[in-house]
Every structure is written in structure tokens, then in C-alpha cells.
């Protein structure tokens, strides 16, 4: 009887042993996907931060037309600027077909770097001559 509760004590420990490491691969499982989660929301975050910021780069462009004379707007040279994380840049350039040059194209860009790599998010449109200044 003693050499049968021995063999009892030993494959309880293998049960145990077996319990935490299924255990520790579910708590791994479980920490990873909780990682991805906050990774993904950080990316989403930043992403709708980023298309906020290249939308209201237009509408400074736009409020950059309205206030100056067509000449002076269309002669408006490309620049960038940091906000936060993000690198925002403008390119101002004349359309390709354009008509006396009362077209200009305007694309704003935004990057970033998270997780190591680079972002973007861009917003672009057309301007026209619409007044007579």
C-alpha cells in the first residue's frame, strides 16, 4: 500500500508541474494580446491626431489665400513645422493645368514615428483665383 501512495504523490506533482505551465502560456497569451491592444490604440490615437492637424493645414492655406492677393499666395514657399510628435509640411506649387497660373495646388503632409517606423497622413486640394484682387 505504501508503493501505491507514492505513485499517487508523484503524478500529482506532474499534474501540477503540467496546470502552471499551461497557466503561464495562457498568462503569456493574455499579456501579449493586452500589449497589441494599448499599441494599437496609441496608433489609432495619433493617426486621427494626425489627419486633424493635415486638415487644419488647409485651412490655414485657405486663410493664407483670403487674406493676401493671389500673387502673394501663389509665391507662398513650402515650409514645415512640429507640433508635438508630429512634422507637419506644406507644398505650395502652381497646377499643371493651370490657366495664367490661377491654380495652385496644396498638400499638407503629417508624419510621425511610433514603434519605430515613420507615419503618414497627407490632405491635399486646389486653390483657385476666386476673387479679383
Avoid: P
Avoid at 505551465?21 to 486621427?48: D, P, Q, T, Y
Avoid at 498638400?107 to 486653390?127: D, P, Y
Amino acid at each position: 500500500m505504501s508503493k501505491k501512495f507514492k505513485f499517487n504523490q508523484g503524478q500529482t506533482l506532474i499534474e501540477v508541474v503540467f496546470a502552471i505551465g499551461v497557466l503561464s502560456l495562457c498568462l503569456v497569451a493574455l499579456v501579449s494580446i493586452i500589449v497589441r491592444a494599448i499599441g494599437n490604440a496609441s496608433f489609432s490615437k495619433h493617426s486621427a491626431l494626425a489627419v486633424h492637424y493635415s486638415q487644419e493645414g488647409l485651412e490655414q492655406a485657405r486663410a493664407r489665400r483670403d487674406r493676401n492677393d493671389w500673387d502673394t499666395f501663389k509665391g507662398t514657399s513650402d515650409g514645415c513645422e512640429a507640433i508635438d510628435i508630429f512634422q507637419r509640411c506644406f507644398t505650395y506649387t502652381i497646377a499643371d493645368d493651370a490657366v495664367d497660373d490661377n491654380k495652385v495646388h496644396v498638400l499638407v503632409e503629417v508624419n510621425w514615428q511610433e514603434s519605430g517606423r515613420t507615419h503618414s497622413v497627407s490632405s491635399e486640394t486646389f486653390f483657385t483665383k476666386w476673387n479679383s484682387q
